[in-house]
Nanobody, 111 residues
């Protein structure tokens, strides 16, 4: 089974940018949909962005115009611009349907 490792999180000021990476243990070219999720403290995990093998993307309304998801044969990326405090969360990637969750990467947006 493929394993996914997220990285790229950190502390950033409001308005700043981060690029998250999700590295797979083997090729994900055959995986139809790859997703980025996030879970803020005290809240349920939510789907943030999706991308298909054909490059079709979808975003939750709160990040449209600010986040961009992309993928290659072994990695999924999430470019996050114009970050806001409400983007603070643990970010996870997963396939669709989901496999066991990885450790995630923490994004903290604060001045």
């Amino acid at each position: 089974q493929v394993q996914l490792v997220e990285s790229g999180g950190g502390l950033v000021q409001p308005g700043g940018s981060l690029r998250l990476s999700c590295a797979a243990s083997r090729s994900i070219s055959h995986v139809t949909v790859m997703n980025w999720y996030r879970q803020a403290p005290g809240k349920e995990r939510e789907l943030v962005a999706s991308i298909t093998t054909y490059g079709v993307t979808d975003y939750t309304d709160s990040v449209k115009g600010r986040f961009t998801i992309s993928r290659d044969w072994k990695t999924v990326y999430l470019q996050m611009n114009s970050l806001k405090s409400e983007d603070t969360a643990m970010y996870y990637c997963n396939i669709d349907p989901p496999i066991p969750w990885g450790q995630g990467t923490l994004v903290t947006v604060s001045s």
